[in-house]
């Protein structure tokens, strides 16, 4: 089988409001801005002076910039917000870092103020040259996942690349890595290869944890086309449906 040139990680966030106004554009925004300037900073690609606004269209896509210095451009916000002007089943907005090169390029897309009750999503797909993961290691990957979770509080999120094919179609995959809000341990899931507890803030400002994150492969980033990575990754699934701990799509 030919090699691909190119690797796409997807991080993917399924979320619900966690504070007043989130589901506004601005607020969504202002998440997407922490994100990259946080978990992806060590990418001068993807930092936040990087991102654009993407219309569909391939000359306008390069007009307007997402961010400044101090965050969300007004001008920006504005494009948005009247792209969804007749939209009354959500909110979206796509983003990309203006690079057409296969190892270079990146898009954020975000779906947000759903009229129907369901949870709202981020999806960061970033290209890195084969066998490689452009943030660096496993432990870069672990922060980025990490930082989601600090942002979003998320019913899950997972990073994957978009070619893997997890066991159950209509639940989330665990792919390189997993986070549920969820205290996991070893005996649950024994074929992890770590299990990296996320820590936050309960309502008397005392620190406990708040999830955890199934990692799959930790001496390498994962591939889609190692079948070892994927036999790891599908065990662990069937593993967490075995016991309930893997959400459906559908009470999503």
Not at 46 to 62: C, N, R, V
Not at 105 to 134: E, H, N, V
Request: glycine residues 6%.
């Amino acid at each position: 089988m030919k090699k691909r040139p190119y690797i796409s990680h997807v991080l993917e966030v399924r979320f619900r409001r966690a504070f007043a106004d989130s589901d506004s554009i601005e607020s969504q925004m202002n998440l997407v801005y922490e994100l990259v300037r946080g978990g992806a900073s060590s990418d001068p690609m993807l930092l936040p002076d990087q991102w654009l606004i993407a219309t569909g269209e391939k000359d306008s896509s390069y007009l307007y910039r997402a961010f400044d210095s101090s965050g969300p451009k007004a001008a920006a916000i504005a494009v948005i917000r009247e792209e969804n002007r007749e939209e009354t089943a959500l909110q979206s907005f796509t983003l990309w870092n203006g690079q057409e090169d296969r190892v270079k390029g990146a898009s954020i897309s975000c779906f947000f103020d759903r009229r129907d009750g369901r949870s709202s999503g981020l999806t960061f797909k970033m290209r890195s040259a084969p066998q490689t993961f452009r943030l660096g290691d496993t432990n870069d990957a672990i922060e980025l996942v990490s930082e989601s979770v600090r942002l979003y509080r998320p019913i899950y999120s997972a990073l994957t690349p978009e070619q893997y094919d997890a066991v159950f179609p209509d639940r989330p995959g665990v792919g390189w890595m997993l986070y549920l809000p969820r205290v996991l341990t070893a005996q649950q899931v024994p074929e992890a290869r770590a299990l990296v507890p996320v820590m936050g803030k309960n309502a008397k400002g005392k620190d406990e944890q708040r999830g955890t994150i199934i990692v799959s492969v930790t001496d390498e980033p994962f591939s889609d086309e190692n079948p070892e990575h994927v036999r790891i990754a599908n065990a662990i699934e069937i593993r967490l449906v075995d016991q309930d701990l893997l959400p459906r799509y559908a009470d999503l």
